[in-house]
């Protein structure tokens, strides 16, 4: 699914030239649900924008699903983020005027033909995330934890190969945090790739594999042993509050 | 739900998110619209009056006009103008073939009048019969000058309303007798009212017959000027050389020598009568243009920090799939929306406001179908034109970076 090869990034300020990215080699294979962690400044964020076909690296090669990306014009990268991803931000990122409903249609607005059942999906993918009974709610009206869902029903709504996930438990309370793992938990086990940054080590070890990043170079590689099940967590927690 | 109308609804909740910076750039078109509207309002309003004017004066498109005195039509031609137009230039002309009517006059300079204790000063002008038609001017009372005063050079007057409300007031001028100058004069009818037309009192006039005015009131037999009517309005311009030709011969002018008598025809006339008017419109149009450049500006520098403001937004749709024209299309999208509702803003205020002017000031104006057309180009204009930099700008944002 993802395979990049000696993926290198320097941002170039005036003369200063920073390099972020030293060479990242790495395959992701569908079904996978990676976190990559790394202290801040460890380059992580600038590699998931990089899978995210947010931004180009400066050398390397990425192909994605098999097409070499790296060639791809500005408007091809917009339609395979249309098409093939979706993402959640850690601020949410939802658009601030408009409804729950109309914030999970956006994708459909770029998607170049709007669906004839849009409005079907958009309500099916709020309510995967627990959300039908906030389809006219605005941000503004919501918890932070229905916001994030809310972004996740948007990632999802076009039926993306792979979600990308940047510290999506970042701004949010321990239970709200739980609730949404526990969400990318089940869409993991109904089979979707999932990347997702985070340097929280709780968060990594809920997910399958993770991916260490220090100093825009992998230093470590592998499997979670025993991933924690955020769902007991989060009902441990209920139990403890009672 | 189609496409079209999602991007629609995009740019209004968009608009309406950002209402107050919307209102703002809303305010200089809106001002800058209404003041061409009021402009085209009242350019459209005098040319109608002027028309109307003309069609008083029975000023058709099938006669013409021919002043004693040289020059052209508009410039000042010197307060002693040489009266040079004689009865018998008249009568050559009615002569020409295709000319219908002549209808001389003869204006005598501002004379005292007076009629028992009191007295007024007024113009005096000599007129024949044809006169009062050619005018579309009627007695309102007794009877107007007749073939038999021109024989007769009588000393008969016909009175505007103004004079007989100075000399006679409430009284019944009819048969009474008034002194123009020293000479007695009989009164034999009143000509009804025709108001005044800018400064000057249309009502405030005597005439008497053209031959009294030559040979009693004034010490040549020259007449001021007369009005030439024609079979059709096509033969204007081959009757105006030819009258052109009889006049230079009858005033033995040699080759070289200017006219010295002015044709004007009633489109010359129009012409100077509308470009005072027309002059001011265009000078007014160029400035609520300038105003209408200047919210242009407006409009850009404020959708530019809108821009800066919602570029998370941007970052946004990016992430999801839009394409950097998608977002061009939607911020031009909203400037065209926001300069279309400002231009209609202004454009109601604008009827309004000529609407107010007509009925407080008494300006006329009128309905003008180019300052309509006028008003809503130039706010799309200025929309699309303002819009271009904010919405490069957007589109132009690095998604990564308008996502921090």
């Known amino acids: 699914m993802i395979q990049l090869k000696g993926i290198t990034k320097t941002y170039y300020r005036g003369k200063v030239e920073t390099p972020v990215l030293l060479g990242i080699d790495l395959h992701v294979r569908e079904g996978e649900f990676l976190a990559i962690m790394g202290p801040s400044g460890s380059g992580k964020s600038t590699l998931l924008h990089i899978l995210g076909l947010l931004d180009r690296p400066t050398g390397g090669s990425y192909r994605l699903d098999g097409i070499e990306v790296s060639s791809l014009s500005d408007d091809e990268l917009a339609r395979l983020r249309n098409d093939k991803l979706g993402f959640v931000f850690q601020a949410f990122h939802l658009l601030p005027k408009s409804t729950a409903l109309d914030n999970v249609l956006l994708p459909f607005t770029y998607a170049g033909h709007f669906p004839a059942d849009a409005q079907e999906q958009a309500r099916r993918a709020l309510g995967r995330v627990g959300l039908e009974h906030r389809l006219h709610h605005r941000p503004g009206e919501m918890s932070g934890g229905e916001c994030q869902r809310v972004a996740i029903a948007r990632a999802l709504v076009n039926d993306p190969e792979v979600i990308f996930a940047d510290e999506p438990t970042g701004n949010l309370d321990q239970r709200s945090s739980l609730e949404i793992i526990s969400i990318l938990q089940g869409l993991h086990a109904e089979g979707r790739t999932i990347v997702l940054v985070t340097h929280d080590t709780a968060v990594g070890c809920m997910c399958r594999r993770l991916l260490r990043v220090v100093y825009g170079k992998v230093v470590s590689d592998e499997p979670v042993a025993d991933p924690t099940v955020a769902l007991q967590q989060l009902q441990t927690l209920k139990e403890a509050a009672k | ?404």
């Open chain 2, 1 to 404: 739900m189609s496409l079209a109308w999602r991007l629609l609804k995009t740019a209004v909740i968009s608009l309406w998110a950002f209402r107050s910076y919307a209102a703002l750039m809303m305010i200089g078109l809106i001002i800058g619209i209404a003041s061409l509207t009021v402009i085209h309002q009242i350019g459209q309003g005098a040319q109608q009056a002027v028309s109307a004017r003309m069609t008083s004066m029975g000023f058709g498109a099938d006669a013409f006009y021919i002043s004693s005195g040289g020059g052209r039509l508009g410039v000042r031609r010197g307060m002693k103008r040489a009266v040079t137009l004689t009865p018998a230039d008249a009568d050559a002309i009615s002569r020409l073939d295709g000319v219908t009517h002549v209808v001389p006059h003869k204006n005598v300079a501002r004379t005292q009048v007076s009629a028992g204790g009191n007295n007024t000063n007024t113009r005096v002008r000599g007129a024949t019969p044809g006169w009062a038609a050619a005018r579309n001017w009627a007695v309102l009372m007794g009877r107007f000058v007749t073939r038999t005063d021109i024989g007769q050079s009588a000393r008969v007057a016909v009175l505007g309303t103004t004079v007989v409300r100075e000399l006679f007031g409430e009284a019944d001028p009819m048969g009474k007798r008034i002194r123009i100058g020293r000479t007695p004069f009989i009164v034999i009818g009143v000509l009804e009212s025709k108001g005044s037309s800018g400064w000057r009192d249309r009502d405030d006039l005597i005439l008497v017959p053209l031959s009294t005015a030559t040979k009693r009131l004034s010490r040549d037999d020259k007449i001021s000027g007369m009005r030439v009517t024609m079979t059709d309005a096509s033969r204007v311009g081959e009757i105006k050389a030819e009258v052109t030709n009889v006049l230079r011969e009858n005033h033995s002018l040699g080759p070289g020598v200017p006219d010295d008598f002015l044709i004007i025809t009633p489109d010359e006339l129009m012409k100077l009568l509308t470009r005072q008017s027309r002059s001011l419109v265009a000078m007014l149009t160029f400035v609520s243009a300038v105003s209408l450049f200047v919210s242009g500006v407006v409009i850009m520098n404020i959708m530019l920090v809108a821009v800066s403001e919602r570029a998370y937004e941007i970052g946004v749709r990016r992430a999801v799939g839009a394409r950097r024209r998608d977002i061009l299309y939607q911020i031009l999208m909203e400037s065209l929306m926001v300069a279309a509702a400002g231009g209609v803003c202004g454009l109601f205020l604008g009827l309004l406001l000529s609407y107010l002017a007509t009925w407080l000031l008494a300006i006329p104006t009128a309905f003008s179908p180019t300052g309509f057309l006028w008003a809503l180009g130039f706010s799309a204009g200025v929309g699309l034109l303002f819009g271009v930099a904010p919405a490069k700008k957007a589109a132009g944002l690095n998604p990564v970076e308008a996502l921090r």
